[in-house]
């Protein structure tokens, strides 16, 4: 069992920046893939960023290849999203997701934390 709780959200003008953190409970935090999931008004929740158990391997939506960085750290149980050159389409709330395998669908994590709003003003 994992329990993610994330941190960081804000508002935040247009070509700003955030670094959204999520720390998770449990001894086992180095044996999950770690991705963030976002979910505007009206949407559906959307794929952002994942990182596979030893940080090794990454992989982005193409909506924020380039602007995103997702990175983790296993000493301290934390995963983070480094969020550059932000445009108000980024806003939504951000999900921090938990895994066993690296997904780009969301609907295949098992464990989920409760979210950050972000939302980017024009």
């Known amino acids: 069992q994992v329990q993610l709780v994330e941190s960081g959200g804000g508002l935040v003008q247009a070509g700003g920046s955030l670094r959204l953190s999520c720390a998770a409970s449990?001894?086992?935090?180095?044996?999950?893939?770690m991705a963030w999931v976002r979910q505007a008004p009206g949407k559906e929740r959307e794929f952002v960023a994942a990182?596979?158990?030893?940080?090794?391997?990454?992989a982005y939506a193409d909506s924020v290849k380039g602007r995103f960085t997702i990175s983790r750290d296993n000493a301290k149980n934390t995963v983070y999203l480094q969020m550059n050159s932000l445009k108000p389409e980024d806003t939504a709330v951000y999900y921090c997701?938990?895994?066993?395998?690296?997904?780009?669908?969301?609907?295949?994590?098992?464990?989920w934390g409760q979210g950050t709003q972000v939302t980017v003003s024009s």
């Open positions: 997701a938990a895994d066993q395998t690296t997904w780009t669908d969301p609907g295949r994590y098992v464990y």
């Open positions: 449990g001894r086992t935090f180095s044996r999950y893939a």
């Open positions: 990182v596979n158990w030893s940080g090794g391997s990454t």
